[in-house]
C-alpha cells in the first residue's frame, strides 16, 4: 500500500523542512502540506497543500478522507517563550491536536502518527549532564508540561489502543531555510543571521548556559528515520531522547568568529535564561542509537560553515 502522508503545520521551523524531504523521499502527490495559513511558499507552491486547523476533528479527519492518508505527522505548537505569553492557547493548541490525531488512528482512519517531544519535557531537578531517557521530569514551562503529557498519552494511546505512534524529544534545531519560531534555543539560529547583517549579536542566553543542540539535516533524518523503523524496532512510545551535539553561545561565537574575525558578541540574559537553565546541557540518547540505529552527522564546525555559506546567499 502506497504511504500517504499529511503534515499539519507543514509552514513551521520543522515542518518546512520535514515537508520537502518527504516529498523527495515518498513524492508529491503522496505528501500533503496543510497549516492554519496560505503563505507564500515553496511548501504551498510546489505540492498539495490545504488549510486546515489543528484543533478542528473534522477538518483533520476531512483532509484523511479525501486523500486517503496512512500517515499524520502533527507538527503544529506553540514553541516555549512563545507559550508562556499564552499560557491557556498553547495547552489547548499543543494538547487537542494530538488527541485528534490519536483518536483518528485508534478509529483505524490512519495508520501510523509521528509527533514531536522536546527536552522541554526535563525541568530543573532533572540531571543536567548526559540525561537519560528515564529520569525525573518535572517541567516548569507551559511548552514542557504540554509535551511531557503528551509523551503519556502516547504511550497509553498505543498500550491500550494499538496506536502506532511514534516520537523523539527534539533538541534545539538549527536551520538557515527557516527564521527563528520563538523558541529558547532559537538564539543559536539567530546569532548567525545577525553575525552576517551586523556583525554583531546581543543573546538573552548567558555566555556559559550550555544546551542540547541539532542541525536540522540530522533532526529531519531522524524523523523520517524512526517513521520508516519496523514496528518491533521502536521499544519506547512515549518519547526517544535525541542528541546531536551541546554548545554555549560563548562557544558558537568563537567558532564564528573563524569565519568573520571582526564578529563581536554581548549578553543580557532575559526572562528565556530561566527557561534555559531548568533544561539540560546534554542528552543520553544511546536507547535511540541501540534501538532503531540512529546516528547523528552534523558538528558545530560543519554546521557553522554551511550556516553562513546559505546564509550569505
Not at 518546512?16 to 502540506?33: K, P, S
Not at 535525541?242 to 574575525?261: R, V, Y
Not at 527557561?275 to 534501538?291: C, G, N, Q, T, V
Amino acid at each position: 500500500m502506497t504511504t500517504k502522508i499529511l503534515i499539519i503545520g507543514a509552514c513551521g521551523q520543522i515542518g518546512t523542512e520535514l515537508t520537502m524531504q518527504l516529498r523527495a523521499v515518498y513524492g508529491n502527490d503522496n505528501v500533503i502540506a496543510s497549516d492554519i495559513r496560505k503563505l507564500n511558499s515553496d511548501i504551498v507552491n510546489k505540492g498539495i497543500f490545504e488549510v486546515v486547523n489543528a484543533l478542528d476533528y473534522n477538518q483533520i479527519e476531512h483532509l484523511i478522507e479525501k486523500y486517503q492518508i496512512t500517515d499524520v505527522y502533527l507538527m503544529a505548537a506553540l514553541l516555549s517563550a512563545t507559550a508562556e505569553k499564552n499560557p491557556a492557547f498553547a495547552w489547548d493548541l499543543n494538547m487537542n491536536s494530538l488527541f485528534h490525531v490519536l483518536n483518528l488512528a485508534k478509529a483505524k482512519k490512519i495508520k501510523k502518527v509521528f509527533w514531536p517531544s522536546s527536552i522541554a519535557v526535563f525541568g530543573p531537578t532533572t540531571p543536567r549532564e548526559n540525561t537519560p531517557q528515564y529520569t525525573i521530569m518535572e517541567p516548569t514551562t507551559v511548552y514542557g508540561i504540554s509535551k511531557q503529557t503528551g509523551e503519556r498519552w502516547c504511550e497509553y494511546y498505543h498500550h491500550q489502543y494499538g496506536v502506532d505512534v511514534r516520537s523523539i524529544r527534539y533538541p534545539g534545531l538549527i536551520s538557515w531555510t527557516t527564521e527563528p519560531g520563538g523558541g529558547t534555543t532559537d538564539y543559536a539560529v539567530d546569532i548567525y543571521h545577525k553575525a552576517l547583517e551586523k556583525g554583531t549579536f546581543e543573546c538573552f542566553l548567558s555566555e556559559d548556559t550550555k544546551l542540547p543542540m541539532m542541525y536540522m539535516d540530522d533532526a529531519i533524518r531522524a524523523t523520517i528515520e524512526i517513521m520508516q523503523a519496523d514496528n518491533e524496532k521502536v521499544k519506547i512510545r512515549s518519547a526517544y531522547n535525541l542528541a546531536g551535539i551541546s554548545f554555549t553561545p560563548a562557544q558558537i561565537a568563537e567558532e564564528i568568529k573563524k569565519h568573520l574575525p571582526n564578529f563581536t558578541i554581548t549578553y543580557k540574559p532575559d526572562f528565556r535564561q530561566k527557561i534555559a537553565d531548568s533544561w539540560p546541557a546534554s542528552i543520553d540518547d544511546s536507547l535511540a542509537r541501540e534501538d532503531w540505529g540512529w546516528k547523528h552527522q552534523y558538528e558545530m564546525d560543519s554546521m557553522t560553515t554551511i550556516m553562513l555559506e546559505n546564509l550569505k546567499k
